[in-house]
């Protein structure tokens, strides 16, 4: 898998380290533990991200198995070369799915999930997808049944778990686990770019996560069809209100904000410096200096 790279090179030499200690005597294993790539991403207490976890996780989200047409995994939606992300456009026709989808970078950090904020863990979120049936449109006992014919699965879950009865539970945490190291949080040299980042932008994109994950107005005009999260509170002054999302990797996640609006990088800095407003960013070369910041996110 492609990205992310640095994270993902940390993880498997770690795997190898733990592997090579376990299997014959290093001088350089006796005394200590290869430090822990996982060490500062937070996790709840009942689901600790382990290598092994990771690693079955890493496998269920790529498998075809947990779909009912046997052709979709979580990779089909959330692309690894589009930034864990994908567009409303290469769904199905007949979908009823009405919303961007995501990328999942940084989620480790987010207090809650979907465009709207509807979820508040993603071990409660992530056997939706799967049953849902514009998504995987799988039912659980079947799921379970899938996995549990597969001895690789099988093994995984012993592993990571201590037991290789694959239960939902199970699922749900690799997952969870899998999802939580896609980590993509650069140190950017100072540019003008990124001043202008700062000054403009990071306010509610704030942090090395790129967002506070809080719930605003959309400050960008929304199309009006989908009232946001509105529809979980049903207070007025919710409508258009989404969940801020983080900005990693945002050069290649495109079309932009819930419902795709926004085609480009270009467009969308030219239409934010209306929006805000910031007078500054009318100003082309400014604009492209902060667009050259947000590629490099
Ligand atoms: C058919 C496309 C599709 C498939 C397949 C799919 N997803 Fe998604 N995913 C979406 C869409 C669309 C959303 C946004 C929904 C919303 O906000 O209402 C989403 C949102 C998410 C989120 C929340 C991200 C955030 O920023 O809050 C997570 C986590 C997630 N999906 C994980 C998964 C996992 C795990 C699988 C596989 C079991 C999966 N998805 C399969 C389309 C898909
Ligand atoms: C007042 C808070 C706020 C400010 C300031 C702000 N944003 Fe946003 N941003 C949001 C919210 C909320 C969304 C989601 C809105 C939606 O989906 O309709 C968003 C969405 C985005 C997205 C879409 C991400 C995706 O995955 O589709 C990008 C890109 C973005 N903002 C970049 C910027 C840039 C660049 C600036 C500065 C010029 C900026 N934002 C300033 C709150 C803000």
Partial sequence: ?????????????????????GLIFLPACENKEPENPFAGIPSPGNNPITAEGVAFGKALFQSEL??????????????????FSGSINHLNPHSKIRRQIPSLFNLAWSPSFFWDAREETLESLILKPIQSPDEMNLSL?????????????????????????????HVA??????????????????????????????????????????????????????????????????????????????????????????????????????ALPAKELEDPDKRSELVRFLKTL
Avoid at 1 to 21: E, G, K
Avoid at 66 to 80: Q, V
Avoid at 144 to 152: A, C, D, I, M, P
Avoid at 188 to 198: A, M
């Fill in 173 to 274: 945490r690799a997952l969870a686990q899998f999802i939580r190291t896609i980590v993509q949080q650069p140190e950017l040299p100072d540019s003008e770019g990124k001043t202008l980042f700062q000054k403009h932008c990071a306010k509610c994109h704030s942090g090395k996560t790129t967002s506070d994950f809080q719930i605003r107005k959309s400050v960008l005009a929304p199309s009006g069809i989908d009232s946001g999260y509105f529809r979980i509170t049903h207070l007025p002054e919710d409508v258009y209100s989404f969940r801020t999302p983080g900005l990693a990797a945002v050069s290649k996640t495109a079309p932009y904000m819930h419902d795709g609006r926004v085609s480009d990088l270009d467009l969308l800095v030219k239409m934010y410096a209306k």
């Fill in 66 to 83: 947990l779909s009912s047409d046997g052709k979709t995994s979580c990779f089909t939606c959330h692309r690894p070369d589009s930034g």
């Fill in 141 to 169: 006992p079947l799921l379970l049944k899938k996995v549990n014919q597969k001895q690789e699965l099988k093994q995984m879950c012993r592993a990571a778990f201590q037991t290789d009865s694959i239960g939902t539970v």
């Fill in 1 to 21: 898998m492609p990205v992310p790279s640095l994270n993902w090179l940390a993880l498997s030499r770690y795997i190898f380290l733990r592997l090579l200690c």
